[in-house]
């Protein structure tokens, strides 16, 4: 073969490959094109939803629209600003969204008409503006905190020092580590997940959080990590936990070995009930505990993304957690929602803990603590068995 035609293949190479690109480049457009095909904007579509009927934004954001405005001047003070021709709607409606309905990137590139890089910033920002809503939203009591109304009825009067309730909740997760390593985040049943704790009040809202822990920890020490780290209990007063923790002065547990939860109660006439004070004392114990599950119940309800977290990095998995409970709070505070109930003996047991059966390891806590905490629980239960 001659020179020539060498460069003649040459040519037709080099004119095949700027054929295909030229292709490749107008494909591309053309699917751009037809993505963000819809004559509605992202701001557009937000504007109108949030200038409807008051249920559309509830529906799409977990959240009334008076709220939705007030919580994007919230974001506004701590940073958050418009990103180019995304305003700040645009923003808040995409992170509620994705929190509220489990959305994905793709959904909502398509509600937004907005790449998934541009998406993708937008809920960063947001997310990063909630998490610093925390300090004003999820509080630790103070030492004189009044008595709950709940608390002050006549059979759970003994129980006037409680703050609230302590427990643990299992979050799907997705760790980022070695094969080997992630074996720590699979639980009991076998799922992986992250060990959720959190401390709520006799209202429902969440006073402290605890995110990240893997999905095999167990509650009692994800709890001596967060007193380690600075969590701690007002002088005089207690919380609520269950048979996963210690029994100490400041985490009052049931007795373990007799009836506790709420629908074994339920199945008993009221007459014979109780065989004995550890039983009264186990139910009273129960029905206040039991907030805890039901303010964990109402938060998947509400966040989807915290019954199916995706695949994200894991900082962020932990910071969306964090994020639902610091809105949980915001909604409850503007919203005014109650969570007391007439029926004592209601239970939502869909969201126990994988450690709600298990024994605590009270090696570290034999001596003063465990005598001091027993005598207080025996207190409390000859109380209650004196006012039966």
Known sequence: MSDSDDSSCDDLFMEAAAWWYNAAQTCASEWKELKHDREMSGKAYILRQLNGHDMICYDNYRISTANFYLLCDELKSKGLECNGDVIIEEHLAMFLQMVGQGATMRKLTEDFQHSEETVWRCIRKVLHCVLLMKSDYIKLPAADAPVHPRVKQPQFLPFKDALGAIDGTHINAFPESDEAFKERWRNRKGNMTQNVMAVVDFNGYFLYVVAGWEGSAHDNLI??????RGFTVPPGRYYLVDGGYANTPQFISPYRGKTYHLAQFRTRSRQNRYDCAQELFN??????????EKTFGILKGRFKIC?????????VQTGLIIACCVLHNFIKRHQQENLDDDDDDDESDTDKSDNDDEDADEEEYRGT???VGGALRDRIRDMLWDDR
Do not use: G, P, T
């Not at 709890?223 to 380690?228: F, T, V, W």
């Not at 139910?283 to 805890?292: E, F, M, S, T």
């Open 223 to 228: 709890l001596r990590r967060a007193i380690e």
């Open 283 to 292: 139910h009273r114990h129960a029905q206040l505990r039991n907030i805890v």
């Open 307 to 315: 019954k199916e977290m995706h695949n994200y990095k894991y900082d």
């Open 369 to 371: 603590d465990a005598q």
